[in-house]
Structures are given as C-alpha cells and as structure tokens.
C-alpha cells in the first residue's frame, strides 16, 4: 500500500505540471483555434528566470513574480510577432510558427542563460511529510494545490466574468464577437498572455522537484498537449483530468514495470482513447465549431 501511495504522490506532482501546460494549450486553442506548441518553453521561461534571478540575489518571491510576469510578456509577443501575422493562414502553418517559435525560445534561452541545470529553494522546507508509510515533500503540495487553484481561476474567469465570456465568444465566432463590439485581437493576444504566465508559474513551482533546463520545454509541451488530447482539446476540465491521468500512467508504469516505458505507455493509452472515443474524455460532441 505504502509503495501504491508513493507512486500516486508522484503521479500527482508531475500531473499536476501537465495539467498547468494542457490548461494554457487548451486557453489558446479556445481563443484562437491554434495548438501553441511553444507552450513548454514558458514552464522553461519561469523556471530559468526564477534560478537566475535568485542566485543573483533577489528574494525567492520577487523573483517567482518577475518570472511569470516575463513569461506573459513572451506569449504576448508571440501572438504579436508571429501568430497575429499569419492569421489567414492554414492551421498546419501555424503549428510549424509555434514550432519554430519553441525552437527559437530554446536557442535564446542557451545563449541568455546557459546550457546547466538549475534548481532553487522549496518554497516551505523540504523535509518529507510522511502519510500511511509514504513520503511526500512540502513543494509537490505547492505544486498539486497550484494546478487545482489555477484550473478554479480560469473555470470562474472564462465563465463568470465579461472579459472570459468575450473569449469564449471569440472562440465560437469570431465574426459574430465582432459585430457586438468584441475586439478579438485582444482576446487572442489575452489568451497568449495568460496561458504564457500560467506555464511560467508551472515552471516556478516545479522547478525545486523536477529542476530545470533550457532545453525541458520540448517534453513538457509533448506531455501537456497529450493531455489535452486525452481530456479533450478545449477542454478545461479534460486537460486537467488529462494531465493527472498521464502523470499517474507515467509513475505507475515505472514503478512496476521500468522507467523505460513509462513514456510509451502514456502514449498507448492516448492511442487507445482517442480510437474509442476521438475528441477525448470531455471534449465537444460536435466535430467543428459553427
């Protein structure tokens, strides 16, 4: 029991850094119908910033701030500069933009930063907490609790607030968000904005656990955009049962088979679901908007 429990602690951990990127593809996608594949190098963004910022001497929080704070001016830019450019273009094109915008972000961060990995302070200790023979560490709590929390703000946001029920209007038509007086430019450059400071906070909190490096965002983009696959592109909810889903496979699956495959299986069940059930756990019923 003890060892079914210290693996579904850390199933939980990394999940929850799934579910962080899966909720910022699934917020970009909803405003603008594009598959930010740039979405891990802001984890990476908020991460690096933070280790660089700290070891410089600046206070721990100050630094976690800045961080999310650059991370949000980065997706900004990244609508801006490149998506908002080529908004008549396929939706294959403007995969190959985000692609190129993580390859570009991965270059720019070796040369700003460098190529060694990094890590910093938990935020409240980093003495386990034993529960029923297993071990879990303060940070995987910061960790969980921030993905919950962050899945609560833009479920209250996108459907309670003015502001988030424009972004969904853009979504589901982007002419009609027009006529009643929506600026949907806005919207698509807010949705960037937002899911970048999202992944920068994923990257502040999991960097004590998981460490950080220039090059990390790839995986996690991989990871978080199998999980919205899994819970349902566009989906909230789905990218956050998704993330904790793929999380939980990964662990169990080293811990009773080998590390060696826990990506695979991951992967194989992604497989699985989508051949049964194509639009995943919770997305839309319908196959295109109208």
Request: aromatic share 10%.
């Amino acid at each position: 029991m003890s060892e079914f429990l210290q693996f579904a602690f850390s199933g939980m951990t990394v999940g929850a850094v799934y579910a962080l990127v899966a909720l910022g593809f699934t917020l970009i996608y909803n405003a603008s119908d594009v598959v930010n594949f740039a979405q891990g190098e802001f984890v990476m963004i908020g991460g690096m910033v933070t280790a660089f910022l700290y070891a410089s001497g600046t206070p721990l929080w100050l630094a976690a701030l800045l961080a999310i704070a650059i991370a949000a001016v980065v997706g900004v830019l990244l609508n801006k500069l490149a998506v908002e450019p080529a908004r008549g273009a396929s939706v294959v094109s403007l995969i190959v933009i985000t692609i190129g915008a993580s390859i570009f972000l991965r270059g720019l961060a070796a040369i700003v930063f460098d190529k060694q990995i990094h890590r910093f302070p938990a935020f409240t200790g980093e003495d386990p907490i034993g529960i029923m023979g297993a071990t879990i560490v303060p940070q995987s709590l910061w960790v969980v609790g921030g993905g919950l929390a962050i899945f609560a703000a833009l479920y209250v946001f996108l459907t309670k607030s003015v502001i988030g029920k424009a972004v969904l209007a853009t979504a589901n038509n982007r002419l009609a968000a027009k006529l009643v007086g929506i600026n949907t430019n806005h919207m698509m450059t807010l949705s960037f904005g937002i899911s970048a400071a999202v992944g920068g906070l994923a990257g502040v909190l999991a960097t004590p656990i998981t460490l950080t490096s220039y090059d990390m965002g790839i995986s996690l983009a991989l990871k978080g955009f199998a999980a919205a696959m899994l819970g349902g592109m566009g989906s909230p909810l789905g990218a956050l049962v998704g993330g904790f889903l793929i999380g939980l496979i990964e662990q169990m699956t080293a811990g009773y088979l080998s590390s060696e495959y826990k990506d695979a299986a991951a992967f194989i069940v992604i497989l699985v679901v989508l051949f049964t059930m194509p639009r995943g756990l919770f997305g839309p019923r319908v196959a295109e908007r109208v």
